[in-house]
């Protein structure tokens, strides 16, 4: 992995940085770029924005590795209240959930976590709308997996993600390539050992394709989480190679990263969901951002200097 990619990723998982980051006045503009807000007004008001401009969301409350029941007990009660104003507010056909397990207390007791992923998936159930589980580092894929497993049996349409980097994704991919079972393909945006992931990006791309192939070839709702150029262009040719009709399939992007060209895809009648995360706990997230990009993170020490 690029060395500057690894200081960033390190760079997340630090306390005293995270502090200085949080309390730099500058920081907030580079925040606000990528993040939707801190309340749930706050990312009502960018679903509305984006469903105006053709775009479906899916909504992240900012928060992971929650190490206390409590906390897990909060992040649950801000998804239900989330669900609950979606629905109210009449955008739940635009905008769907995603969960990270480890936010709803992973670490902590898997039971506990899979219980509280029920609950939010019953209240996406009720508001008609879905939930699809992130997918973190790979300490927690087969957890993750198998969380999924289990959430299925009552809820079929739950998402699940797979990250192309890691050397086991294309025989998960085998597993959950089957009719409407709705799969996110990403990149995967962690710091990994060589022996889990592929430390080259051209290997990460050629997996990235081989498991779009087997998604679209199995008749899998295909989630296809991508800003890069080439492989949204390798993935129209797929699509159309395997035949398969807009509407059994999505593009994915984050919010914040080529705004324009999600606009563009949708305005060719594709389906375009963004990623839109808000919340108080923004800092790991931002960092994982920068660090795909020396682009983003010019622009962030540019804005925390000009001050
Ligand atoms: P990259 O290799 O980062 O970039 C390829 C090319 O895309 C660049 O060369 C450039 O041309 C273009 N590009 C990228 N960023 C920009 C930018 N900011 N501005 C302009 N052009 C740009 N990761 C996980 O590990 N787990 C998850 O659950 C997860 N969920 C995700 C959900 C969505 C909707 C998306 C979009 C990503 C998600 N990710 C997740 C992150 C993902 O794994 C990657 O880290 C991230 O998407 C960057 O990879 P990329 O495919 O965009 O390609």
Redo the contacts with the bound molecule.
Sequence with gaps: MNPLRSLILAAAENDAIRRVVATTPGSRSVVDRFVAGETITDVVRVVRRLADDGLCS?LDYLGEDTHDKAQAERVVQAYLALLDRLHAEGLADHAEV?V?LSAAGQRLDHDLAVRNAHRICAAAEQCGTTV??????SSVTDDTLAALAELRRTWPWVGA?V???LRRTEADVADLATPDSRV?L?????AEPPEVAFPD?HD??LN?VRCANALLAGGAYA?F???????VAVLAERIRWYGRKRGSYEY???Y???PD?QRRLAAEGETV???VPYGEQWYGYLM??L???P??LTFFLRSLVSR
């Design positions: 899916t995603s990270k699809t589980l992130d997918m973190e580092d993600v990250q192309s980097y996110r990403c990149k995967g945006a962690y990006q990460v791309d990235y989630m989480a991508t800003h890069d150029p080439r492989l994915q992007m984050l914040g990263v080529r060209e969901r963004v990623y994982r951002r660090a795909e990009r682009a983003n």
